[in-house]
């Protein structure tokens, strides 16, 4: 089974469970995410990857450029451990790491989580590659990844789901990260990107694995 494939299985399961007037506020908001052109105006192929210095999971500094100076890099920006999309793929993503590490690259993720929450994150998906806390979505927003979410939304989240952003992200932003990761070569230069305003959809590991391949070639 693909990602896709079990993205989608979580999609028609989590459907199920919303009711028609929650879910429509919440399709209204992907749509308009998706026609703001968020997602074409982040960082592209070809581009130079912003820097960046982040606390990881225990709260240690991981800078960018410590990592992509041994190899090349795959940074996946995820929006929570309460998301359960977010929890697929980055399953999906631990069960392809040892190809990824025989590949000569790194894998971590970058979350607004707080380092506590990413932690609990890293630990109840056994995940084995770096969990990167990146307060107030700095270096999402660097990436040009960031927007706000819709007041509404974050009612429906809060109030229905018992998502409280503010709790797990540490401050009162409402700011969120669309998915997307970045194959990101030694001279820091973005070699595949996959960025996608619809928080169902995700890079599939089989892309990035190829992707990693033709650097190498």
């Not at 979580?10 to 028609?20: C, F, L, Y």
């Not at 929890?87 to 999906?92: F, I, P, W």
């Amino acid at each position: 089974m693909t990602l896709r494939d079990e993205l989608e299985k979580q999609r028609d399961a989590t459907v199920q469970k919303i009711p028609q007037e929650t879910l429509s506020v919440m399709v209204g908001a992907t749509r308009e995410l998706i026609a703001s052109g968020i997602a074409e105006r982040s960082t592209g192929e070809g581009s130079a990857a912003p820097s960046f210095s982040l606390p990881n999971a225990q709260g240690e500094p991981v800078a960018s450029e410590s990592l992509w100076e041994e190899g090349p890099v795959v940074v996946s920006f995820y929006r929570g451990g309460w998301c359960p999309y977010c929890n697929v793929e980055l399953r999906a993503l631990q069960q392809r790491l040892p190809e990824i590490e025989a590949l000569g690259a790194r894998l971590v993720a970058i979350t607004p989580e707080t380092p506590d929450n990413a932690l609990t994150t890293q630990e109840k998906n056994e995940i084995g590659f770096e969990v990167l806390s990146d307060g107030g979505n700095a270096v999402a927003s660097a990436f040009g990844l960031t927007f706000r979410l819709p007041d509404a939304v974050n009612d429906i989240y809060k109030n229905q789901f018992g998502i409280d952003l503010e709790a797990s992200n540490g401050d009162a932003s409402q700011t969120l990260a669309i998915p997307a990761t970045f194959v990101i070569g030694k001279d820091g230069k973005v070699l595949k990107a996959f960025v996608d305003a619809d928080y169902t959809r995700r890079a599939e590991p089989d892309e990035i694995i190829a992707a990693l391949k033709e650097a190498g070639d």
